[in-house]
Structure formats: C-alpha cells, structure tokens
C-alpha cells in the first residue's frame, strides 16, 4: 500500500481560493495508471466525496463543490491537484486524497479507497 500526502491546507476568508497537493511516498507511484479523488470530512460528519479523475482524465464532482473546485493531476511529477476556488465556511474540513478502484471510481467510495493520505486541513472563515 503506497502512502499519499497531501498538503496545501490552511485557512482563507470566504470568496479566497486554495490548491491542494497530493503526492505518493513511492517515487515509482504512476498517476496516469491510477483513478484518484479527493474527499473530506466537515466537523462531525463521516468522509464525503468532493472529486475524481480517472486515468483518460475524466473527472466528476459532488454537487456542493461543482463549478468552485478543480481536480488535475500532473503526471510526470507525479501530483494530484484540487484547486479550491470561492471558498465557503462550509467548504471547511481536513481534505484527503486517495487512489480509487477504476472499475467505481466515480462513486468515490471512501470505504472502498485503495490508499489515502492523512489529510490537510482547510478553514474557511466568514
């Protein structure tokens, strides 16, 4: 299981933007043969997904974030992207990526991930 790390949180006022980055522990780790999504979890609340990209570059996004975030991955520096653009207080949460199964990816199963991260936190004050 390769270990991913995410970094890029920290707190903005709403209406500001934000970019996460994803990398793997493993120099070897090839983006381009994983699917992979992002997910987070608000206070109190279980894990929920906010993004997913899928080997040929298709993506998907939760309802809550469509239009505002960006899912992007930079292959030969082996980067996962989430660019968070018009934060809301309610985008606030510790943001996680993980690499998914490419047979449901764009369900983004945080149950059924391959491997995560630890997750970087993200405030987003009114």
């Known amino acids: 299981q390769v270990n991913l790390v995410e970094s890029g949180g920290g707190s903005v006022q709403a209406g500001g933007s934000l970019r996460l980055s994803c990398v793997a522990s493993e120099s070897t780790w090839d983006y381009s043969t994983y699917c992979m999504g992002w997910f987070r979890q608000r206070p109190g609340k279980e894990h929920e997904g906010v993004a997913g990209?899928?080997?040929?570059?298709?993506?998907t996004y939760a309802d809550l974030v469509e239009g505002r975030f960006t899912i992007s991955k930079d292959t030969p520096k082996s980067t996962l992207f989430l660019q968070m653009d018009s934060l809301k207080p309610e985008d606030t949460a510790m943001y996680f990526c993980?690499?998914?199964?490419?047979?449901?990816?764009?369900?983004?199963?945080?149950?059924?991930?391959?491997?995560g991260g630890q997750g970087t936190q993200v405030t987003v004050s009114s």
């Open positions: 990209i899928d080997t040929f570059g298709r993506t």
């Open positions: 993980a690499a998914l199964w490419c047979d449901s990816w764009s369900r983004l199963d945080w149950v059924g991930r391959r491997s």
